[in-house]
């Protein structure tokens, strides 16, 4: 999970329904603040996509049509979520990545370690959903979802990795420079599983002299 900038709705849109949220111009809205992301699991472009409400509504009109309640998910996360998580970090107002740590444990036990690096309510909720959203425990089909989310969690790692490898590696600058334009690409906050990323560059001092401002 990583910070979001919440933009305004136009003049004169309102949310009145359903309706009006799963249409344009809010939906391209939300899609677009979200960077086309899963704003939980970061998976960018999920092939399934709901409007989720960070809060759960439960039938409460102001919340089930506030915008700064809606966000973008994929079916998994919004499924895993539910109504059951309704003090989790907002992300469009803090940084979540001040307040946990998401890291993918490698090969052969493969989970993904939640973690908070502070000792609020938000962020251990959060660190809670977070788990389950990629390790499961709960039923068959969500344990079988969240282990084809490590698996593409994983393929993205592993080829970020192998770019740090070849930037480090190259002794030709101006490829060395083609990395590392890639590298920077890789780790913005808009790119596929962001959060998980980013966490590799910040546990390696190599890597952040080289990249750290670009965390910011």
Same mark, same amino acid.
């Given at each position: 999970?990583?910070?979001?900038?919440?933009?305004?709705?136009?003049? #004169?849109?309102?949310?009145?329904?359903?309706?009006?949220?799963?249409?344009? +111009?809010?939906?391209?809205?939300?899609?677009?603040?979200?960077?086309?992301?899963?704003?939980? =699991?970061?998976?960018?472009?999920?092939?399934?996509? !709901?409007?989720?409400?960070?809060?759960?509504?439960?039938?409460?009109?102001?919340?089930?049509?506030?915008?700064? !309640?809606?966000?973008?998910?994929?079916?998994? =996360?919004?499924?895993?979520? #539910?109504?059951?998580?309704?003090?989790?970090?907002? =992300?469009?107002?803090?940084?979540? @990545?001040?307040?946990? @740590?998401?890291?993918?444990?490698?090969? +052969?036990?493969?989970?993904?370690?939640?973690?908070?690096?502070?000792?609020?309510?938000?962020?251990?909720?959060?660190? $809670?959903?977070?788990?389950?959203?990629?390790?499961?425990?709960?039923?068959?089909?969500?344990?079988?979802? =969240?282990?084809?989310?490590?698996?593409?969690?994983?393929?993205?790692?592993?080829?970020? $990795? $192998?770019?740090?490898?070849?930037?480090?590696?190259?002794?030709?600058?101006?490829?060395? $420079? #083609?990395?590392?334009?890639?590298?920077?690409?890789?780790?913005?906050?808009?790119? !596929?599983?962001?959060? *998980?990323?980013?966490?590799?560059?910040?546990?390696?001092?190599?890597?952040?002299?080289?990249?750290?401002?670009? *965390?910011?």
């Amino acid at each position: 999970m990583v910070k979001i900038n919440k933009s305004q709705l136009p003049d #004169g849109v309102k949310i009145t329904s359903e309706k009006s949220y799963q249409s344009d +111009p809010v939906f391209s809205l939300i899609k677009s603040d979200c960077n086309n992301k899963c704003y939980i =699991c970061e998976e960018k472009e999920p092939s399934g996509l !709901n409007v989720e409400h960070r809060v759960a509504h439960q039938g409460n009109k102001a919340l089930k049509y506030d915008w700064n !309640n809606l966000l973008l998910s994929c079916y998994h =996360c919004n499924h895993a979520k #539910g109504s059951k998580f309704n003090n989790i970090l907002d =992300c469009t107002v803090v940084d979540p @990545e001040e307040f946990l @740590e998401v890291l993918m444990m490698p090969y +052969p036990n493969e989970y993904v370690s939640v973690r908070t690096l502070r000792d609020t309510d938000e962020a251990k909720e959060t660190a $809670q959903l977070l788990d389950i959203v990629y390790n499961g425990e709960k039923t068959a089909i969500l344990n079988a979802e =969240c282990e084809n989310l490590r698996n593409r969690v994983m393929k993205e790692l592993v080829s970020f $990795q $192998q770019k740090l490898i070849e930037y480090f590696e190259e002794n030709d600058s101006e490829i060395k $420079q #083609g990395f590392w334009r890639l590298i920077v690409k890789m780790i913005a906050r808009n790119s !596929n599983f962001a959060s *998980l990323k980013r966490i590799v560059i910040r546990r390696n001092s190599d890597y952040m002299r080289e990249f750290s401002e670009y *965390l910011a």
